[in-house]
């Protein structure tokens, strides 16, 4: 009999929003696999619970190396518990790797629901969540960064990204440049914690806002993109759309027949918009 990979969220500030599952599973694992075993510490003494099984560090630096030895832990029959310093694992954090390798092996994955900074910046940013895409974070790099944001320009879905305090300022900047200064936004600061906050406003109000400083675990709602319906689309946007899907690596035959479909015209118009800016004096 093979074990089970046990993947547990954890409170992303009040510790009271951990669920009881999770002192039941870190009381009783084989194997706590912890992103930081100093906060799990804390976590434990804070649900006043003592761990009976093996505590592992699992992070960025020692995923790779780690993972093959809690694969075994798993085909031995244990049951090996996840958890990182805030929220779900896998989600912008360690757990990935573990998931596809337990997967592989035929070994049973479950999980214990728990608190999402994600879920809560969504539902507390006052933008429409019927429809959400999750980004996380975006390149530190400027260049690299505002290309990602062209990526998901005309994107309809709102957008959630996470981002460090010190370069928020930066990205909302980025971000109102490349959306326009006017699209809608919430920048959700140490949620579930004693100084939480979220301000709400347009993209270069947010910018500005930033700019004084802001500290924090911080989670940014963004609006999606209007419907500009197929008539306002130009051949100048047709041609724009396609070479940001050509800077992101799709291939143009691709990236032609995806803008079509999000313009709702054929091909051909396109193809056509296409190999006429090709052609243009310059």
Not at 10 to 25: F, M, S, V
Not at 41 to 53: A, F, Y
Not at 154 to 177: C, G, K, S, W
Request: hydrophobic share 45%; glycine share 10%; proline share 5%.
């Amino acid at each position: 009999m093979t074990g089970t990979l046990v993947l547990a969220g954890t409170p992303i500030g009040d510790i009271a929003d951990a669920p009881p599952r999770l002192a039941e599973e870190l009381a009783g694992a084989d194997v706590v696999a912890a992103e930081d075993t100093r906060r799990l510490r804390r976590l434990t003494q804070g649900l006043g619970v003592t761990p009976k099984g093996r505590i592992v560090s699992y992070f960025e630096g020692n995923e790779a190396a780690r993972t093959p030895e809690l694969v075994d832990e798993l085909l031995g029959g244990a049951r090996v518990l996840l958890v990182t310093d805030a929220g779900m694992p896998s989600v912008s954090d360690p757990g990935y790797r573990l998931v596809a390798a337990a997967v592989e092996k035929d070994v049973r994955v479950t999980a214990v629901p728990g608190p999402s900074a994600v879920l809560t910046a969504l539902a507390l940013s006052g933008l429409p969540v019927d429809r959400f895409c999750f980004e996380g974070f975006l390149p530190r790099k400027g260049g690299e960064r505002l290309s990602r944001l062209r990526e998901v320009a005309d994107e309809r879905r709102t957008l959630v990204y996470f981002e460090a305090p010190h370069r928020l300022d930066d990205t909302l900047a980025a971000m109102a440049e490349v959306f326009g200064a006017e699209r809608r936004a919430a920048v959700c600061r140490e949620l579930t914690k004693t100084y939480e906050e979220v301000k709400r406003g347009s993209l270069g109000f947010l910018a500005e806002w930033a700019a004084e400083g802001v500290r924090g675990e911080i989670t940014v709602v963004v609006e999606g993109a209007p419907d500009k319906g197929a008539e306002e689309v130009d051949d100048a946007e047709l041609v724009r759309r396609v070479r940001v899907r050509e800077e992101a690596g799709e291939r143009r035959k691709e990236a032609i027949a995806a803008v079509a479909v999000e313009a709702g015209v054929p091909k051909r118009v396109v193809f056509d918009a296409v190999v006429a800016a090709k052609n243009a004096p310059s």
